[in-house]
């Protein structure tokens, strides 16, 4: 498989929709350290389920996080670099 994205991503809105998409494509196109941030937390083992589907050994970090409040952002970042060392790619997809 290609590797197109070695690293670590870090996406918010990725419980659902576009978020949930991106998540699984960067699973499916090599990124095996994503953490996946959202509100909704049972969104976000869902889109854990996808991403294993398509990439078993991937490494995923589900992450609560309200993006209304700078700490819990300050927090997700905080939690993504404390598990995966790094954040690479960040992808912004929340939003209502
Ligand atoms: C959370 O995600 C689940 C799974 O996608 C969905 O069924 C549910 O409606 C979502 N809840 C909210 C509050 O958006």
């Not at 670590?8 to 991106?22: K, W």
């Not at 494509?25 to 083992?45: M, P, W």
């Not at 995923?60 to 970042?77: A, G, P, R, T, W």
């Amino acid at each position: 498989m290609a590797l197109l994205f070695p690293g670590v991503a870090l996406v918010t809105g990725a419980a659902s929709g576009i978020g949930q998409g991106i998540a699984v494509a960067f699973a499916k196109d090599g990124c095996s350290r994503i953490a996946l941030c959202d509100i909704n937390v049972s969104g976000l083992e869902e889109t854990k389920l996808l991403v294993l589907q398509v990439a078993p050994e991937a490494q995923v970090l589900v992450v609560y996080v309200d993006l209304s409040k700078e700490q819990d952002v300050k927090e997700m970042v905080h939690k993504t670099v404390q598990k995966f060392g790094r954040v690479d790619y960040a992808v912004n997809t929340a939003g209502m």
